[in-house]
Structure formats: structure tokens, C-alpha cells
């Protein structure tokens, strides 16, 4: 098993931790720095410094090295702050989601994708604080939203985000007080993240995303409503045309008013995506909308 140096030892310990206090004191002790620097995770003694953040299909990978740009490591990201680390070809597992060990086994595959891998690791980047960007809501953008409540971001640390954001950052960083830029590829950032791919509870980010997101009362409040969600693009209900038949006429015959809200592909904001599949689905419910229901 390897030992690592202090400053990596202590992610791992709190990233499998139940008491979240130690990871984001962590994170707040690197945000009060100029410069983000960590000790080398298995060689102690040497100073390597944050140089760039790479992301590919999901995984985020913050790199590292030492003055003389050798040393050379990754932070690897995939459900958890950190999952683990990349060093000298062979990723090492540390963080609470089990769901992350098959990526890194594989971590070598996902880097070959990196444009300019060995050349990110000799840039001179600013450290400018903590960088907020995913298209997919749950278990990424949403996780990194949960954190930033927790977080301390001091002039000058910025709150960065790109045009790939779920949601836009503007109203959140309102909230929060802190300012927003758009991403700079010759900055290095934070990116915050869940423990185990699971949100931890955040009351004021909460309140901050109730109050962000539009609301839209449907005008007809004394009627059922149905939530339901088509699903062509994952796993997926085989029978779905079926099931969500038979539950429509089966609410009809208990509710005179009904209202079916259809989920599908999720877009970022203000963005529609038309997907031939589901509107193929949509349309083989559809029958039992008009026959029995209030609206869709």
C-alpha cells in the first residue's frame, strides 16, 4: 500500500471521513494562498505546484509539478473532490466513491485525450480561485454547487465558469457576494466537488438555487400531477409506452383533473435538444393525454 506525504494523507482521511469540517477547511486553507501549492504525494519534501485543470468525458484532472516542472502528478476527479491521483503512469485510488476505481484503472485511456498533456505541466498559471463547469446536473454541476456555500472566496479569488455551465453562475455568485469571469485557460483553479458522488446538504446553496431557478405555478393547483421521465439515451424502462398507459388511465379513473409533466434529455439553460427517440415515445403516449387528461 502506499504511504503518502502529509498534505495528500490528510485529503484521503477526510475525503472518507463522515464529518465534512476537515474537507473544507482543506479547501479553504488552499484558497487563501497565492499560489496553490502541495507537497509531492509521495515524495516528501519537494513542492510541486498547480499548472493547469484538464477535463475529459467527466473526469477533471488538476496538474502538478515542481519548480523545475518535474515531479509530475495529477489530482484526479471524477465523483469526489479527489478519487486519486495520476503519477508516473499508474493512478492510486483514495477517495469514498467505489464507483471511481474502474475509471482510474483505466485513467491512462482518458489522458491520451489531453491536447498538450506534457506541455500543461510547465505552464506558469495563477491560482484564481475556484472554477464551477459542467453540462450534466446531477452528480456534477449540482454537487459543485452544494460546495460553494463553504467555501471562502477572497478578492482576488473569483468564482470562473464556462459556456459548457448547466446553469449560469451569475445569480449564485450574487448571493454568495463574490465576483464571476469567464474561465482562463492560462489560470488554474479549484473545482469543488461532493464526497461519494453524493450532495452534501448545504442550506444556503438550497436557498440559493429555490430562489435562482424560476418558478412556474401551474394554474390549475387542485389537479393530480404526474411527473414522469422519458429515457432513451440510458437504461431504461423496456416497457415504458405500456407502463406510462396503463398509469394514466389508471390516475384517470381517480382523478378528474390531471396534469402530466414529461421529462426528457436534459439541456443547459436556455438550451432546447430535440431527441427523435423520445418524441418517437412521446407520441405513443400521447393518445392517452387527450382522452383522459387536463393537459401535458
Keep these: 500500500m502506499t504511504e503518502f506525504t502529509r498534505e495528500v494523507a490528510r485529503l484521503a482521511r477526510a475525503l472518507n471521513s463522515s464529518d465534512t469540517a476537515d474537507l473544507y477547511a482543506l479547501q479553504n486553507e488552499w484558497l487563501s ?11 516528501a519534501d519537494i513542492a510541486t505546484y498547480a499548472r493547469a485543470n484538464a477535463n475529459v468525458r467527466n473526469v477533471n484532472f488538476t496538474l502538478f509539478s515542481d519548480s523545475n516542472f518535474a515531479n509530475r502528478w495529477c489530482l ?3 465523483y469526489d473532490l479527489a478519487d486519486g491521483i495520476w503519477i508516473e503512469g499508474q493512478a492510486l485510488h483514495f477517495g469514498a466513491c467505489p464507483y471511481s476505481e474502474q475509471i482510474l484503472a483505466n485513467i491512462n485511456n482518458r489522458i491520451r485525450e489531453i491536447d498538450n498533456f506534457d506541455g500543461l505541466f510547465e505552464q506558469q498559471a495563477e491560482f484564481a480561485g475556484v472554477l464551477v463547469t459542467h453540462t450534466r446536473p446531477s452528480h456534477y454541476f449540482f454537487d459543485q454547487c452544494m460546495a460553494l456555500a463553504k467555501l471562502s472566496l477572497q478578492p482576488p479569488k473569483v468564482l470562473a465558469t464556462n459556456s459548457d455551465c448547466f446553469f449560469p453562475l451569475d445569480e449564485f455568485a450574487n448571493e454568495l457576494g463574490v ?3 469567464t474561465q482562463d485557460m492560462s489560470s488554474v483553479y479549484l473545482i469543488p466537488g461532493a464526497i461519494g458522488g453524493t450532495p452534501q446538504p448545504s442550506d444556503p446553496m438550497f436557498a440559493i438555487i429555490r430562489n435562482t431557478i424560476r418558478q412556474r405555478p ?5 389537479a393530480f400531477i ?3 421521465g ?3 439515451e440510458k437504461r431504461q424502462w423496456l416497457n415504458q409506452v405500456e407502463g406510462y398507459r396503463y398509469v394514466i388511465n389508471r390516475l384517470a379513473k381517480d382523478h378528474s383533473r390531471c396534469i402530466i409533466l414529461v421529462d426528457g434529455f436534459t439541456a443547459r439553460h436556455n438550451e432546447q435538444l430535440k431527441v427523435k427517440d423520445e418524441a418517437t415515445i412521446l407520441q405513443l403516449i400521447r393518445p392517452e393525454f387527450s382522452r383522459h387528461l387536463l393537459g401535458a
Design 179 to 181: 465576483s464571476t469571469q
Design 230 to 232: 422519458i429515457t432513451t
Design 226 to 228: 404526474l411527473w414522469i
Design 33 to 43: 494562498k497565492n499560489v496553490w501549492m502541495l507537497e509531492h504525494p509521495i515524495k
Design 76 to 78: 484526479v476527479q471524477v
Design 218 to 222: 401551474l394554474s390549475e393547483s387542485d
